[in-house]
């Protein structure tokens, strides 16, 4: 949020910033606001909460509409929507708050072989994400899903595939012409194992290659899945597709990210300077087409008959 306030000033505009709190609708209605930059990650923030109060006080905001925010928070309602769309996702087995979960356990290796990502199915940043290798105990799995089933009622498995993780934005905004897909990025964790919490916010936990050092075609594709994962949850102005690349070339988009990090060294800012559109410009750009776009317009009342 400091981010984004300090580019959008820059850029020329008065900016407050208000916090994600039981006064909020008192200080937007309060403020006369002419439109609002939703920059709250995970549960409230982008998963179409937030969205909702701003249609219903009627006032412009950047981002994804109420159902694709809610459909890209639930990763397993996102992915229902991608394959669909013939867009290449992992295989899984979900798992349910209050099943045995030695059991479960036991059920999803059958399914999908030793190694498994266990992730909640509603929640950011990495949070409640494990890691279970080939030749980790089913005690390991068992604990993975303990640590999922604590933050959401469902678990989403799915069939391990390490490699190389890339992440590819989309701007979509009316300031910036028709959908395009931004430079890919490599990243390249460097606090844990994996792009998990401490590697995506610890100071230097991870490095960030932009434009990825990936050939033509493999951008190109990563490209195209990117834009077709934000068109199939009907995201609009900013996502962030996060795919890995697997040793053998597998190709698996992993999830959408409605509001993507934003600090000027994040990797949705990163990769839209790398396509020429610097920080100020972006948010300057996005919320000059939400306010171009307006606030939604309900059908008005009829007389009951």
Known sequence: AQGVA???????????????????????LAGSFDVVFPIAHGSFGED??????LEIL??????????????????????RLFKLEGLPVAE???VHRGEDLTQAAVRVRASLGPGVAVKPCAQGSAIGVSLVRANAP?????????????????????RLVE?????????????????????????????GAFYDFQSKYAQGGSDHLCPAPID??????????AIAAHRALGCRDLSRSDILVGSDGTIVLLEVNTLPGMT???LYPEAAKAAGVPMEDLVDGLVRGALQRGARLGAAALAMP
């Open 6 to 28: 300090q580019a959008l000033a820059a850029a020329g505009h008065r900016v407050t910033t208000l916090e994600l709190d039981t006064s909020l609708p008192a200080k937007l």
């Open 138 to 158: 089913d005690a390991d799995l068992v604990r993975a899903l303990e640590d999922a089933l604590a933050l959401d009622p469902v678990a989403l498995c799915e």
């Open 58 to 79: 009627g006032l412009p905001y950047v981002g994804s509409d109420v159902l694709a925010s809610a459909l890209a928070a639930n990763k397993v309602k996102a992915k």
């Open 48 to 53: 179409g909460c937030l969205q909702g109060l």
């Open 92 to 94: 899984d087995v979900l």
């Open 216 to 225: 033509a075609a493999l951008t190109a594709r990563v490209q195209e899945i």
């Open 264 to 266: 000027p060294v994040s």
């Open 163 to 191: 490699g190389r993780e890339l992440t590819c934005g989309v701007l979509d905004s009316p300031s910036f012409g028709p959908a395009r897909a931004l430079p890919p990025t490599e990243i390249r964790p460097k606090a």
